[in-house]
């Protein structure tokens, strides 16, 4: 993920790569994600001064930002998702390659009937791609309901970029 310094010395994450100026790439893998603090912020920008803190406001912000990213692109796809339990398990059994979004506070056994749907058809050879998906509260705003725990959308190349943001999302929150 690129980071974007402001003139305040502030680190603001910059997920859709726009931001004016010079920025540094946070490696997204969770060993990278555990060591983010005031330090490797400092030494990415050596010449700037950074405000202190930016550790912890990071995280938080690349939080907020990973969220309305994972909105967004959900949103985008809206017409060709299905969700709710019953109709994403259907789907997997008559789609040929599907992403599920999982909601992070969904429940266990829905989560638990989910990943037993999943495995059965990657032993059927048929692959399928699972996501954690911040909250279902957002992601049934995006279907006008009051909450959605899952969700599958037909693999594409925007659901590619929706699973990179949401597997993102997982690995900063430290889910699965």
Same mark, same amino acid.
């Given at each position: 993920?690129?980071?974007?310094?402001?003139?305040?010395?502030?680190?603001?994450?910059?997920?859709?790569?726009?931001?004016?100026?010079?920025?540094?790439?946070? @490696?997204?893998?969770?060993?990278?994600?555990?060591?983010?603090?005031?330090?490797?912020?400092?030494?990415?920008?050596?010449?700037?001064?950074?405000?202190?803190?930016?550790?912890?406001? *990071?995280?938080?912000?690349?939080?907020?930002?990973?969220?309305?990213? @994972?909105?967004?692109?959900?949103?985008?796809?809206?017409?060709?998702?299905?969700?709710?339990?019953?109709?994403?398990?259907? /789907?997997?059994?008559?789609?040929?390659?599907?992403?599920?979004?999982?909601?992070?506070?969904?429940?266990?056994? *829905?989560?638990?009937?989910?990943?037993?749907?999943?495995?059965?058809?990657?032993?059927?050879?048929?692959?399928?791609?699972?996501?954690?998906?911040?909250?279902?509260?957002?992601?049934?705003?995006?279907?006008? /309901?009051?909450?959605?725990?899952?969700?599958?959308?037909?693999?594409?190349?925007?659901?590619?970029?929706?699973?990179?943001?949401?597997?993102?999302?997982?690995?900063?929150?430290?889910? /699965?």
């Amino acid at each position: 993920m690129r980071l974007a310094l402001d003139d305040e010395g502030e680190v603001w994450p910059d997920v859709l790569q726009k931001a004016q100026g010079r920025g540094t790439y946070l @490696c997204m893998q969770q060993r990278c994600l555990q060591g983010l603090g005031d330090k490797q912020m400092k030494a990415a920008w050596r010449r700037q001064r950074i405000a202190s803190g930016q550790g912890v406001l *990071l995280q938080e912000r690349m939080a907020v930002a990973l969220s309305a990213v @994972c909105r967004q692109y959900l949103s985008q796809q809206r017409a060709t998702t299905t969700y709710g339990r019953d109709a994403v398990l259907r /789907r997997l059994w008559h789609e040929p390659a599907v992403l599920v979004l999982l909601a992070t506070d969904a429940g266990a056994a *829905l989560v638990r009937q989910i990943d037993a749907a999943v495995e059965k058809r990657h032993t059927a050879g048929t692959k399928v791609m699972t996501a954690p998906f911040p909250s279902s509260a957002l992601m049934g705003g995006v279907f006008d /309901r009051e909450d959605v725990s899952v969700a599958a959308v037909d693999m594409s190349p925007m659901a590619r970029k929706l699973l990179k943001f949401c597997t993102w999302y997982g690995r900063l929150k430290g889910l /699965r």
